[in-house]
């Protein structure tokens, strides 16, 4: 479960409770009623793009992931992300200055 989500999610129900109690009553001034929906608007879209944010960054982090867990199992490279060493072999003739 994405808590990221679930909390936007809660924060967008708690602005209209919230709307709810603050909207104005009919013999109050239309400009009242104007702000608290304008405000509502405003809370709900920056939350919408906060969430849109977040999965970007998900998404961007699954694939750098990817990218690293690929780039590991390529080449020499074995389990370890190590290249592997290969075994010494002694250099006869050249060594022991025979040609």
Known sequence: MDLKALGYFISTVS???LGIVAWPKPD????KAMMVGLGMAAS???MGVRWISHRQQKRK???AKREA???AGQG???PTGRAE???QRPMVGLAQGNQ
């Open 69 to 71: 867990d690929g780039a």
């Open 15 to 17: 602005v209209f409770l």
């Open 28 to 31: 109050e001034p239309q400009w």
């Open 85 to 87: 060493q290969q075994p």
């Open 44 to 46: 709900i879209v920056g």
């Open 61 to 63: 982090v699954e694939q």
């Open 76 to 78: 020499d490279d074995g």
